[in-house]
Nanobody
Framework: QVQLVESGGGLVQAGGSLRLSCAASGRPVSNYNMGWFRQAPGKEREFVAGIDWSGYRTAYADSVKGRFTISRDSTTNTVYLQMNSLKPEDTAVYYC???????????????WGQGTQVTVSS
């Protein structure tokens, strides 16, 4: 089993930045591909960013490309999402997940955390 705990969410003004962290425990996630997805009230789950097990291959939703950066630190089993130039439409609960699929842009994961709220005010 893998346990994932997200942190770093909060309230920020439009144009601001936040850095989300996802700490993994239990089974090592070094062989798992990791990703972030988000869900706003009344909306479908949306893929945000993904990174493969090596950290060399990444993927981003068009809506966040150029503003968000996903990274991972295998020594600490932590995945990060640096979010810059935030917009009100980025407001959502952000979740991290672990999976073994070769496709990075999925929104269904083998393991996922409880989520962290990100609110961007205009």
């Amino acid at each position: 089993q893998v346990q994932l705990v997200e942190s770093g969410g909060g309230l920020v003004q439009a144009g601001g930045s936040l850095r989300l962290s996802c700490a993994a425990s239990g089974r090592p996630v070094s062989n798992y591909n990791m990703g972030w997805f988000r869900q706003a009230p009344g909306k479908e789950r949306e893929f945000v960013a993904g990174i493969d097990w090596s950290g060399y291959r990444t993927a981003y939703a068009d809506s966040v490309k150029g503003r968000f950066t996903i990274s991972r630190d295998s020594t600490t089993n932590t995945v990060y999402l640096q979010m810059n130039s935030l917009k009100p439409e980025d407001t959502a609960v952000y979740y991290c997940g672990a999976h073994l699929s070769a496709v990075l842009t999925i929104t269904r994961y083998d393991y996922w955390g409880q989520g962290t709220q990100v609110t961007v005010s205009s």
